[in-house]
């Protein structure tokens, strides 16, 4: 399992950005989900990953 934290606002980036951050359904800083892991969640996670923190757990 991989919990995805909201760190930094999407605010400013492009349109990829933007969609990936609400399609991973992250919606406010401090907000998280938790996911199973799967190479095209990883491949989401690469994409946002200035914005989000990651956790295994």
């Known amino acids: 399992m991989i919990k995805v934290t909201l ?3 999407p605010i400013g980036s492009v349109k990829a950005v933007k969609a990936t951050v609400a399609a991973l359904g992250l ?3 401090g907000t998280f989900k938790t ?3 799967s190479p095209t969640l990883r491949g989401q996670i ?3 990953a200035h914005l989000v923190k990651v956790e295994e757990e």
């Open 27 to 29: 919606t406010k800083i």
């Open 7 to 9: 760190i930094k606002s």
């Open 35 to 37: 996911f199973e892991d």
């Open 46 to 48: 690469a994409r946002v």
